[in-house]
């Protein structure tokens, strides 16, 4: 685990209100309007995609803010922007996950435990970067997980 401070980055996103529960329709389905956007606006991917997690409080129930994006560079047209911003660079706790996205909330759990030991404070803001995806052996899954800090 390492605190640091994530960079600020564009991003072409869409934001949904969801819940744990609700996350796996949404997984490989949603990031493929974001790509097709990217193509059609010959547009540069500048990274991996992430999710990013507000108000989510761990319960499988409650509903939060979910924006999956994809870093990118290039002209947006005025009719998009609504689904184009910055994000700013924040302090974070984060870790790398290898495996399963079904065995993620262990590694969350870890990751909490650590900031309530070492008395940081979260800022109710956590994201994913999906650096690997193996669809066929997610073991070799490969995920940044960074949960925002004050």
Known sequence: MLIKTHPAMAVLFNSRQTTLGELQQLTGTAIKELYKYVADLDLLVCGPSYWFYYGND???????????????????????????????????????????????????NKMVQYISENGLQMSGNAWEAFLHIDWTRPENNVTEISIGLL
């Open 58 to 108: 761990g319960r499988p129930e409650t509903r939060f803010t979910l924006d999956i994006a994809i870093p990118v560079f290039g002209q947006v047209p005025t009719a998009l922007l609504p689904y184009f911003k910055q994000i700013p660079a924040a302090k974070c706790l984060s870790a790398f996950h290898v495996g399963s996205w079904q065995t993620l909330p262990c590694a969350y």
